[in-house]
């Protein structure tokens, strides 16, 4: 079975700040991808950013970047120059194997002006 | 292109009573998922679908049907609605459904079971 695992309920920045967000995660999956998802109060699940397993760089998008530790099984995600539109909810998730795919419980951003 | 959409958005029910939510997405995907959100338990998929015609079991079935009549379209069904399945629901679709295929979500419907 694979696990997503994100302890952090809830986390606070100040507009314009860098904020990191952690997930650690377990598979016995060769290869996985894994995936932070944002959801705004709107509720609409937007896809943030992406990292294959196989790949040693670390992904980015824009303000969106991820440090991808496989050995410690971590990835967590980094959001700098915060804006108010960052506040959501954040998912990481895990998939690995045909059809599968592990969410975490999710992390409350909040961003103070 | 809209994407995935779900309707009805939000639902008041009361114990016994039925409803069908209904997916729908015009990206040619073959894979379609349901899901629910519940506080503090993430998403957990209750049904999916690897193509037209076809349905499979996830981690959370009980008490929830689904067809798939149309490629572009997965409704789920609750039969007899009970309180425990008060939870937000998001459908979800992806190309071919491996793990290298990223899953694109609709808005989610609020379902309230009194």
């Known amino acids: 079975a694979q696990t997503v695992t994100q302890s952090q309920p809830e986390m606070s920045v100040q507009e314009a700040e860098t904020v990191t967000l952690s997930c650690t995660y377990d598979?016995?999956?060769?290869?996985?991808?894994l995936f932070w998802y944002k959801q705004p109060p709107s509720r609409q699940m937007i896809l943030v950013i992406r990292?294959?397993?196989?790949?040693?760089q670390n992904a980015t998008e824009n303000r969106f970047s991820v440090n991808f530790q496989k050995a410690a099984k971590s990835f967590s995600l980094k959001i700098s120059d915060s804006q108010l539109g960052d506040a959501a909810m954040y998912f990481c998730?895990?998939?690995?194997?045909?059809?599968?795919?592990?969410f975490g419980i999710g992390t409350k951003l909040q961003v103070i002006p | 292109n809209a994407g995935v959409t779900q309707t009805p958005k939000f639902r008041v029910l009361k114990t016994g009573q039925s409803m069908t939510l209904l997916c729908a997405q015009d990206?040619?995907?073959?894979?379609m998922y349901w899901y629910r959100q519940d506080p503090g338990m993430g998403l957990r998929l209750i049904h999916y679908?690897?193509?037209?015609?076809?349905?499979a079991k996830g981690e959370v079935p009980d008490g929830y049907n689904v067809s798939r009549l149309k490629k572009q379209n997965f409704l789920l069904g609750l039969e007899s609605a009970a309180p425990s399945q008060t939870s937000v629901y998001f459908c979800?679709?992806?190309?071919?459904?491996?793990?290298?295929?990223?899953?694109?979500f609709g808005p989610g419907t609020r379902l309230t079971v009194l």
């Open positions: 979800a679709s992806s190309f071919q459904g491996t793990y290298t295929d990223t899953q694109y």
């Open positions: 598979t016995s999956e060769s290869d996985y991808y």
């Open positions: 990292q294959e397993a196989y790949k040693q």
């Open positions: 998730a895990l998939s690995g194997g045909y059809q599968k795919v592990t």
């Open positions: 990206m040619n995907h073959e894979y």
């Open positions: 679908s690897v193509g037209e015609g076809t349905t």
